[in-house]
């Protein structure tokens, strides 16, 4: 399977993993909706973890507490961008194609989250509105979390013709008028610190989406296929 795989520090039964091509894992604009089954089943088998939940992202806010579905046979059921779990054995899968997929651990290793934060996302907060509900339900410290932000478009790439009316005076420090780019894992990673984030804690896979062939790019291909990353709390002995 094409996957890289992560590791919190001091965190053995949290793991990680984000996926990469050439194998899309998501259902939406795939060819062959048994090959995204397959591929999803081989992670599954590979990984150890047993419950598959996505969700029908829509680049907003909300989050979803102990999801329902086992979405690995089929499409997503619930829709949000968002997801935060207590159950061994169950993966929570963002899916992205440029867009910055954001996993959280609690340093007990008893609560994981994981976020789709596209740039609109990030416009909205969706990281601090997503720590502060992570914490709010299981009763944590923010400073107690750390957190990992995956493959996704680079500063490089990040263009925004449109920056005045997309995104605002607000996010003019992280804005270059020079490249018309967006600097979006650091915006990112200062929104995390504002929700109270350990800076330290907070991990980055710089690797760009649309620069790298390894991975899907919606600006770069102009197609819908998608990478999932994914994080589970370990079953016991595994």
């Given at each position: ?14 793991g ?9 894992m998501?259902?939406?604009?795939a ?71 954001v ?79 967006v ?56």
């Amino acid at each position: 399977m094409n996957y890289i795989p992560f590791a919190f520090p001091g965190l053995p039964g949290v793991g990680c993993a984000f996926g990469c091509g050439p194998d899309t894992m998501a259902f939406t604009g795939a060819s062959d909706p048994e090959a995204v089954i397959a591929t999803r089943r081989a992670l599954r088998e590979e990984l150890g973890f047993s419950v598959w939940h996505s969700l029908k992202q829509e680049h907003g806010v909300y989050m979803v507490f102990e999801p329902e579905f086992d979405t690995l046979d089929q499409p997503s059921i619930e829709a949000g961008d968002g997801m935060a779990e207590s159950r061994p054995g169950r993966a929570l899968a963002i899916k992205t194609a440029d867009c910055q997929p954001v996993l959280l651990a609690h340093e007990s290793g008893k609560f994981i989250a994981a976020l789709h934060v596209g740039w609109r996302g990030n416009v909205a907060d969706m990281c601090g509105r997503s720590v502060r509900s992570f914490c709010v339900r299981y009763g944590l410290d923010p400073r107690e979390l750390l957190a990992v932000r995956g493959p996704s478009l680079g500063p490089g790439e990040a263009e925004f013709t449109a920056f005045e009316r997309e995104f605002g005076e607000k996010f003019r420090p992280w804005y270059d008028y020079r490249t018309q780019r967006v600097d979006l894992w650091r915006l990112t990673r200062d929104q995390l610190v504002a929700a109270g984030l350990d800076r330290d804690r907070i991990y980055g896979l710089d690797l760009c989406t649309q620069s790298l062939p390894l991975f899907f790019s919606y600006r770069r291909d102009k197609t819908t296929s998608r990478q999932a990353s994914l994080i589970w709390i370990k079953k016991e002995g595994v």
